[in-house]
């Protein structure tokens, strides 16, 4: 089975630039998250989607950042404009459920540097 | 607010040595406790997890956890440490009525061949 798949893996762009990060969750899961890993913060959730809707986007750093989830399939993270502080590696991560014992699976990530 | 330690942040071990990674959290009600792996440039993978039960879990490659309810704690074992068990390990808790994990800082194992 396919896990979770994120596209691009590594990303080089300029401050300033547009960034998109993609995500396909695993088929059939239906709650979806991006956490952002850097090594001063650790492991952040930005935001959590249940049924394509968000829920808590209570991480998200700022309004350059911004996430949708158009259906089941498919979700973006878009950061713009971008800074050098956005450099980190994004993780997408999906779970059969919401609920408080529910594995959640992760992608292999997208390495963001912004120069 | 919930939050996770992990206070060994780097942890070198040789082959065969046994592991020991502490894990504490601060919450007073019911959680569900989670171990991660992330190995050297790949995504996170599930270990084990605790959310009811036998405190005493065991999970994928020979690791094992144990929960201590008046310790806070879900300290992570392994008797005897591989070489390719040099990884990045995080400790995560949810807690009751969310699905949020509140993730450890990590430890970084080395373990020399």
């Known amino acids: 089975d396919a896990g979770v798949i994120q596209s691009p893996r590594h990303e080089v762009t300029e401050m300033g630039q547009e960034v998109t990060l993609r995500c396909k969750p695993i088929s059939g899961h239906n709650s979806l998250f991006w956490y952002r890993q850097t090594m001063m913060r650790g492991l952040e959730l930005l935001i959590y989607f249940n049924n394509n809707v968000p829920i808590d986007d209570s991480g998200m750093p700022e309004d350059r950042f911004s996430a949708k989830m158009p259906n089941a399939s498919f979700s973006t993270l878009k950061i713009q404009p971008s800074e050098p502080r956005d450099s980190a590696v994004y993780f997408c991560?999906?779970?059969?459920?919401?609920?408080?014992?529910?594995?959640?699976?992760f992608g292999p990530g997208t390495r963001l540097l912004v120069l | 607010a919930q939050s996770v330690s992990q206070h060994n942040h780097h942890v070198i071990l040789s082959e065969a040595a046994s592991l020991e990674l502490g894990c504490n959290y601060s919450?007073?009600?019911?959680?569900?406790l989670f171990w991660y792996v992330q190995y050297p440039g790949q995504h996170l993978q599930l270990l084990l997890k605790y959310f009811s039960g036998d405190p005493l879990v065991k999970g994928i490659k020979g690791f094992e956890a144990e929960f201590i309810k008046s310790k806070f704690s879900f300290n992570l074992r392994k008797p005897s440490v591989q070489w390719s068990d040099t990884a990045e390990y995080f400790c995560?808790?949810?807690?009751?009525?969310?699905?949020?994990?509140?993730f450890g800082t990590g430890t970084r194992l080395k373990v020399l061949a």
């Open positions: 995560a808790v949810t807690t009751s009525g969310t699905y949020k994990y509140i």
């Open positions: 919450y007073g009600g019911t959680v569900n």
């Open positions: 991560a999906s779970s059969l459920g919401g609920g408080q014992a529910e594995t959640q699976y």
